[in-house]
């Protein structure tokens, strides 16, 4: 059974960074494109990132860009979000979420992880 379980949220002052972590099991991440979300309270969801061609290819909302940085290791089953720069903007849930594909950014996402509450403030 495929699963996606976040880790990592807190509470972090403004300028400061977190690194989000979402371990994965039942399926083999390289057939599969990965996403980061996150809600903030009364807003939409919006898209962070989205991981494409087996890793090699990442692309990000503008609001992250240069700030936000994916990565994953395989032998730990794990993909990553480092977070630079927070701002209380950022404060949201996050989510990680997995799709069978390789080449797209999906619409939507087959299986998601139950999200982690970063909230930046002083």
């Known amino acids: 059974q495929l699963q996606l379980v976040e880790s990592g949220g807190g509470l972090v002052q403004p300028g400061g960074s977190r690194r989000l972590s979402c371990a994965f099991s039942?399926?083999?991440?390289?057939?599969?494109?990965i996403g980061w979300f996150r809600q903030a309270p009364g807003k939409e969801r919006e898209g962070v990132s989205c991981t494409m061609f087996g890793g090699r290819i990442t692309k990000y909302a503008d609001s992250v860009k240069g700030r936000f940085t994916a990565s994953r290791d395989n032998t730990k089953d794990t993909v990553y979000l480092q977070m630079n720069s927070l701002q209380p903007e950022d404060t949201a849930v996050y989510y990680c979420?997995?799709?069978?594909?390789?080449?797209?950014?999906?619409?939507?996402?087959?299986?998601w992880g139950q999200g982690t509450q970063v909230t930046v403030s002083p």
């Open positions: 039942g399926f083999t991440l390289d057939d599969y494109v």
């Open positions: 979420a997995a799709s069978r594909g390789f080449y797209h950014c999906p619409n939507d996402y087959d299986y």
